[in-house]
Structures are given as C-alpha cells and as structure tokens.
C-alpha cells in the first residue's frame, strides 16, 4: 500500500512541471488551486492539508533546482515561477527506465516529442496511475541529480 501524502506529491509535482513547461520560457504566476484543486479556507482562514501538501511540493520543486519564482504571494501563489534550464532540459530529454515504445512508423519530430519525459508525465497523469506516475517521477528525478564523480 502507497503512502497518500507521496502520491499527492508526484502528483502535485508532475502537474507543477507539466504547467511551467507549457509556459516555458515567460514567467508565469502559478496558483496552488491549479495545482491542488479547489480549497476553502476554514473560518479563520486556514487552507487545508492537502492544499498546503500542494503549496510546500512547490517550495520543494524550487529548493532542489526544478524551478524558481519571485515571490510567494501569501499562501496563494508562485509568482515569476519558471522552470530551470536544468529541469527544462530533463524534461525534453528520453526517460531512463521505461519500457521500448514502438514509435518507429512516426515522423521524427513526432517519435522525439513522444519520447520525452514530458509526453510521460503528461500521459501518466491521464491514466490516473499513481504507481505509473510514481516511477515516472522517480526516474525523472533520478535524472535530475548531479553526476556522480568516478
């Protein structure tokens, strides 16, 4: 059995890159309700856990290198958040780990952006699998780690 908390994470996560490289390069303001969904505040204006899940996934992403934004605004939003070139440039590569996809009778450009870890993050979190997702966002991540010394 998964853990809830990870899952909504490579979630949040997943939909945070997918959004940022849809608008890559221009800065954009992110709002955690995008990411998270919708949230009412209870009566003294506190957002709910998986609303602040989503929030502290974004402050994440930016402290290990995959984005970087302004400013927070409140508890609300990302302002100027783009992707790192770093990120950006792992997400148009080839995912590592993954099973042969047979691309072959495609045209190049189509074989390449479907061989991407962007078409994969973008197909998993259609098919709603959180064990799919999950493995796509670790081996994401994997590529997002410096290379080890020999």
Same mark, same amino acid.
């Given at each position: 059995?998964?853990?809830? %908390?990870?899952?909504? *994470? #490579?979630?949040?996560? @997943?939909?945070?890159?997918? *959004?940022? #490289?849809?608008? *890559?390069?221009?800065?954009?303001?992110? #709002?955690?309700?995008?990411?998270?969904?919708?949230?009412?505040?209870?009566?003294?204006?506190?957002?709910?856990? $998986?609303?602040?899940? @989503?929030?502290?996934?974004?402050?994440?992403?930016?402290?290990?290198?995959? !984005?970087? #934004?302004?400013?927070?605004?409140?508890?609300? @939003?990302?302002?100027? @958040?783009?992707?790192?070139? $770093?990120? *950006?440039?792992? !997400?148009?590569? =080839?995912?590592?780990?993954?099973?042969?996809?047979?691309?072959?009778?495609?045209?190049?450009?189509? /074989?390449?952006? $479907?061989?991407? %870890?962007?078409?994969?993050? =973008?197909?998993?979190?259609?098919?709603?699998?959180?064990? /799919?997702?999950?493995?796509?966002?670790? %081996?994401?991540?994997?590529?997002?780690?410096?290379?080890?010394? $020999?």
């Amino acid at each position: 059995m998964s853990d809830l %908390n990870v899952d909504d *994470f #490579f979630k949040d996560a @997943a939909r945070t890159l997918v *959004f940022l #490289f849809g608008t *890559f390069p221009t800065p954009t303001t992110l #709002f955690v309700e995008d990411i998270s969904g919708p949230d009412e505040p209870d009566e003294y204006g506190v957002h709910s856990k $998986r609303y602040l899940a @989503a929030l502290g996934t974004l402050q994440w992403l930016a402290e290990e290198g995959y !984005l970087r #934004f302004g400013d927070l605004i409140q508890t609300e @939003a990302i302002d100027q @958040a783009v992707l790192t070139g $770093r990120s *950006f440039a792992v !997400l148009c590569a =080839r995912p590592i780990h993954t099973e042969a996809m047979d691309l072959e009778d495609m045209p190049t450009s189509v /074989r390449e952006e $479907r061989s991407s %870890n962007i078409h994969l993050l =973008r197909q998993e979190l259609k098919a709603r699998s959180s064990s /799919r997702l999950r493995q796509a966002m670790l %081996n994401l991540m994997d590529q997002m780690l410096p290379p080890q010394p $020999r």
